[in-house]
């Protein structure tokens, strides 16, 4: 099991605290991030429609329901250590344990062990902001009804699961596995760590809300997307959800930003 860490729960904190990264350590003032804080090796994803779900895939996968999107772009990467590492540095972030760690501290892997909030404090650090899960999703597959990220079957050696046919026991580098490459050239996409999304997760939100390509107002979980180092094909599907308490943090589950076009 991965390990996991909890901060208290946000309950009735007021929302405008919540979104301003303002909590624990984390400070509003923190300075501007520096240039290597925020990448511009983002893809741009034009605007299109695509099937969100998966009709074999977990009941809240399906209904599929054909969504159209306004164009945006998204980091082709993890967020790696390197640079969440800057903005723990700002204080604007809270540092994660594992940080130090030999293999998931490694610079050039994805930052783990960072909760929903750390994830949004970043994003917006870097005047960007989480993915909606309908943009994840669509960034990875595209127009078609692939279900990994590359078209054809699973293939151990594209993305990092378990097992050890892909070279890792734990995480890998952000830009590992480029054979995995999505449509739009996303990295990672399956598998390496699962990724936040900023959406609430509602497990009957497809069949409530079929022509939303906003997730639910409220709930008590977020949506993690794309499966970890630990999970097998199933788990790593693109049209794979899971849901998550945000506070909740572990070794398994990173994140990417996304912005505007």
């Known amino acids: 099991m991965p390990h996991r860490r909890e901060r208290s729960h946000f309950g009735l904190v007021p929302l405008m605290l919540l979104i301003s ?30 099937t969100m779900g998966d009709m074999n895939g977990e009941p809240s996968e399906y209904p599929e329901r054909r969504l159209t999107l306004d164009g945006f ?3 082709r990467t993890e967020v790696s250590n390197q640079a969440y590492r800057l903005c723990v540095r700002a204080r604007a972030c809270d540092a994660s344990p594992y940080l130090d760690d030999p293999v998931l501290g490694r610079d ?25 899960e309908a943009e994840w999703e669509y960034a990875a597959k595209g127009s078609d009804l692939r279900k990994w990220p590359w078209t054809g ?11 050890d046919e892909d070279g890792y026991a ?16 996303t990295l990672n996409m399956a598998g390496n760590v699962g990724e936040w999304v900023v959406d609430f997760f509602d497990p009957t939100y497809y ?7 906003r997730g639910p107002s409220q709930g008590r979980e977020r949506v993690v ?7 097998a094909a199933h788990t790593v599907r693109v049209a794979a959800r899971r849901p998550k308490i945000p506070t909740e943090a572990d070794n398994t589950v990173g994140f990417r930003c996304a912005a505007g076009a």
């Open 207 to 213: 069949r409530t809300a079929p022509s939303s390509v």
């Open 153 to 163: 079957a699973f293939d151990r050696k594209k993305a990092n699961t378990s097992g």
């Open 73 to 75: 772009r998204i980091d």
């Open 108 to 132: 050039d892997h994805p930052v783990v062990g960072v909760t929903w909030a750390d994830a949004y404090a970043f994003c917006r650090w870097v005047g960007k902001r989480l993915p909606s």
């Open 170 to 185: 734990q995480t890998a580098p952000v830009t590992a596995f480029a054979e995995g490459a999505g449509p739009f050239g």
């Open 225 to 231: 997307r794309g499966g970890s180092y630990r999970d």
């Open 21 to 50: 990264g303002c909590y624990a350590h984390a400070r509003r003032d923190a300075p501007a991030p520096p240039p290597s804080a925020a990448p511009t090796d983002m893809v741009s994803i034009p605007p299109g429609s695509f």
